[in-house]
């Protein structure tokens, strides 16, 4: 069978999509990962597939004395690559983004292995940047992304099959959120859980469980003892088809996966975008392309503070939940697979 080498990491947000594609590839192909002892290391184990570690340096927004040996660190790590994959010999490499995908596609062009990568966000991350010219095609989440970019190609999103189907009642019994008198909010802060998110919904735990169930992902290490009835936390849930499927609204950070999960669900969503000077800005993009589309609505992190009257106006946006329904966010999975195949 035909050999893919999947790459990336450093966040939930440049796994899980690659997840969701080799659950769809792995009866036909033998596939791979080259990763570093990051989160992905732990999402890929579930599927086993052989996982190879790469160490990689990851570039520090603002100035940081740790940038300057970023040259020497990529050096070493494309030169570790370059003899993993010359054992390995892959048809492809398919590259999410993430700075440990640099080196392996660096490594992967001196051995002339096609390589696609995939851009989820509205603006480009750094490792896809870099590595666009040596990628046949760069697959994006955005057509105007696609557009940006000399060998851009629009696919849509990859999406977990996972999250779609699961009933209704099923979930809202799992939780405990048996009665139908009040709605659910699932509040989603990444793979890692947002500090600030927590915050803000524990700040009014209990007047928001007055009108509310809540689920709250609050990442791991994060959960706290509370007696708040109707509050539900969970570190980690491995079964997201149901906590989308008991939500009536969703509170979540603004990593392009979500967004797209939650939107393709028709989920009313109220997205607290991250900002700050280590990042660039891509979850800001993400929300407001879609917010001023009347399809999401957007709540500053500086202004989480009036969190509740925030969820009370989105649950009675019936414009929004208008355009919700006629809005068609659709998985991309297939269109690129169909890239793959051209290529190997």
Do not use: W
Request: aromatic letters at 8%; a positive charge; one cysteine or more.
């Amino acid at each position: 069978m035909k050999k893919i080498v999947f790459t990336g990491g450093g966040s939930a947000g440049h796994v899980v999509p690659n997840i969701a594609l080799m659950e769809e590839l792995q009866d036909g192909y033998d596939l791979y990962y080259f990763g570093s002892d990051g989160i992905e290391k732990t999402l890929v184990s579930s599927l086993r597939i052989p996982y190879a570690q790469i160490e990689c340096p990851k570039f520090v927004r603002g100035f940081s004395p740790k940038n300057f040996s970023i040259p020497f660190a990529l050096r070493r790590a494309v030169r570790a690559a370059k003899e993993k994959l010359s054992a390995l010999r892959p048809d492809l490499v398919f590259s999410k983004g993430g700075y440990v995908s640099l080196p392996v596609v660096l490594a992967a062009g001196k051995l002339k292995i096609p390589c696609l990568t995939h851009e989820s966000d509205l603006s480009m991350g750094l490792a896809n940047r870099l590595m666009a010219g040596r990628c046949a095609f760069v697959l994006t989440s955005f057509p105007e992304t696609a557009e940006s970019v000399i060998n851009g190609r629009f696919t849509g999103p990859p999406l977990r099959r996972a999250v779609f189907g699961a009933n209704r009642d099923m979930a809202r019994a799992k939780y405990g959120f048996a009665a139908r008198n009040k709605p659910v909010l699932l509040v989603l802060g990444g793979g890692k859980g947002s500090a600030a998110l927590n915050a803000a919904v524990r700040n009014d735990l209990f007047s928001l469980c007055k009108k509310y169930y809540i689920l709250h992902l609050c990442g791991k290490g994060n959960a706290v003892e509370s007696n708040a009835a109707g509050y539900i936390q969970r570190e980690f849930e491995s079964d997201m088809g149901a906590a989308y499927a008991c939500a009536d609204a969703v509170i979540s950070r603004a990593g392009s996966g979500a967004v797209f999960e939650v939107l393709a669900l028709k989920k009313p969503a109220l997205f607290v975008p991250l900002q700050n000077r280590r990042t660039r800005g891509d979850q800001v993009k993400n929300a407001r392309y879609f917010e001023e589309r009347g399809l999401c609505r957007v709540l500053p992190e500086r202004n989480l503070a009036h969190l509740p009257a925030a969820v009370e106006g989105l649950l009675q946006d019936a414009a929004l939940k208008k355009n919700l329904a006629a809005c068609d966010v659709k998985s991309g999975n297939q269109n690129i697979i169909e890239c793959m195949r051209e290529l190997l």
